[in-house]
């Protein structure tokens, strides 16, 4: 019985032992969570105030509206751009894509406003299709990069570098594009488009309508007003001409009235020596004028003589001073002016060329919009209308050297491979020529959406 007694008391005693550790442990374990609740109550505190100081400088500084408003980023200029649709291009890629909406003009594309910025998104069309050609401001958002340059290299100089605000470059410091397109109808909430510049997905920032009279400055002249140049040996000229104007309607009046005088008081071999001087000399003029106008329309023809839309009534020279190389005046009145490299760039226009092969895989498209037969796996086109309108496409892209200055320069032995609606194109460079060697339908896994 004693050594059961023994046992149980030592059993006790690390019993007791355990549970004095346990309660050691405890406490500390108390004491590390009271110090945490103590430091986490004085971070609270701190970051309380120094909430309550940036709010209090904030009221000080701006007191009414805050500095997170959107009136005042307004002010500032500092705005949250919202697209208000995303194009539907011919062009999926750019490679290939044009680099001016007038290059190619069977080119086409759609867009349609989104229902997130309007209720009724087709109520903000209304009206729209009384226009020929809209504006379109959108995001270049295909730049690859941020960064930007103060001067840039456009492909039509080849290499040489001018200020970036002298061109269009996509690589701005705010990517904004602004191209004029064709309004070909509207159709609900979408427009459809043709003469684009624009890839598929490229997010549209706003729309607004073509107006001659505000927007091409050679409808701002009034008729009477004429141009701001006055060609002062063209109006040394017409003072001549009326001078002698006058003096033929006085010959004619006094003979006219010679009827009813006495016809002895009249020295008609004066007469009649003036009267043959005064016509010698007004053919004489008029000869001169017309020989004038020749020399002027060798020198400096009339880029827009075939349209009667934008021609303004005014004086019919152009003072000679404007007309330097390096600032050329362009149009008959000289009412803008433009860089001498848009209109004579040093890259020239190319010869484009299809092979038999290209032609053949060319014509197998079907037109958009037009169902074939049944069972027919022939390619078919979204936005183009025939294989003759995307021949015609494809040439206007070619012919203007859509390659950069580096594919030029140093790939010049490699092949050009470009997308036009649902169509590959593979072609290759020459001598002043482009050739197309292969038309093949996009193929559905690398096909983009558009």
């Known amino acids: 019985m004693s050594s059961l007694c023994e046992c149980c008391k030592e059993h006790m005693n690390r019993l007791n032992q355990q549970v004095s550790v346990m309660r050691k442990e405890i406490k500390n374990l108390r004491q590390m969570l009271d110090s945490a609740v103590r430091a986490h109550r004085k971070h609270l505190a701190s970051v309380q105030t120094a909430v309550s100081k940036i709010g209090l400088s904030r009221s000080v500084n701006e007191p009414t509206p805050s500095a997170s408003s959107p009136l005042v980023s307004l002010e500032k200029g500092n705005i949250q751009t919202v697209p208000i649709g995303y194009i539907s291009s011919c062009f999926s890629v750019k490679n290939g894509t044009p680099r001016q909406p007038t290059i190619c003009g069977p080119s086409r594309a759609e867009l349609q406003i989104q229902q997130s910025v309007f209720n009724n998104p087709e109520h903000a069309l209304v009206g729209l299709e009384q226009y020929s050609h809209v504006w379109i401001i959108f995001l270049f958002h295909k730049n690859g990069h941020l960064t930007y340059k103060a001067k840039v290299k456009p492909p039509r100089l080849n290499g040489q570098r001018v200020g970036v605000y002298s061109t269009r470059s996509p690589h701005r410091p705010n990517a904004l594009g602004l191209t004029l397109a064709k309004l070909d109808k509207v159709d609900g909430d979408t427009l459809h488009l043709s003469d684009i510049d624009m890839i598929a997905g490229t997010p549209v920032l706003d729309i607004k309508p073509f107006i001659p009279d505000y927007d091409s400055p050679d409808m701002r002249l009034s008729p009477g007003t004429g141009p701001p140049v006055i ?16 003096d033929i309607s006085d010959l004619h009046r006094d003979t006219h009235t010679g009827d009813d005088a006495d016809v002895k008081n009249l020295p008609s071999k004066e007469n009649d020596g003036s009267d043959l001087g005064i016509s010698s000399q007004l053919s004489l003029h008029k000869d001169f004028n017309n020989c004038l106008e020749e020399v002027k329309a060798f020198v400096n023809p009339d880029p827009f003589q075939n349209s009667s839309v934008y021609k303004c009534q005014g004086s019919d020279s152009v003072d000679s001073k404007q007309v330097t190389e390096d600032h050329p005046c362009y149009g008959e009145d000289a009412l803008t002016t433009i ?10 226009s190319l010869e484009v060329r299809f092979t038999p092969h290209a032609e053949k895989q060319l014509a197998e498209f079907l037109p958009a919009h037009l169902s074939g037969p049944s069972g027919s796996d022939r390619p078919r086109f979204r936005f183009l209308h025939s294989p003759e309108e995307a021949a015609s496409a494809i040439r206007s892209v070619l012919s ?18 470009f997308t036009l609606d649902t169509a590959d194109i ?25």
């Open 231 to 246: 060609d002062t040996n063209q109006t040394n000229m017409t003072m001549d001409e009326s001078k002698e104007e006058s």
């Open 400 to 417: 203007a050297d859509p390659r950069s200055v580096y594919r030029r320069t140093r790939c010049r032995d490699r092949l050009f491979f």
């Open 339 to 348: 860089a001498g490299w848009i209109r004579e760039p040093l890259v020239a």
């Open 426 to 450: 593979t072609c290759w460079f020459g001598q002043g020529f482009a050739e197309v060697l292969q038309v093949r339908p996009v193929e559905p896994q690398c096909e983009r959406p558009i």
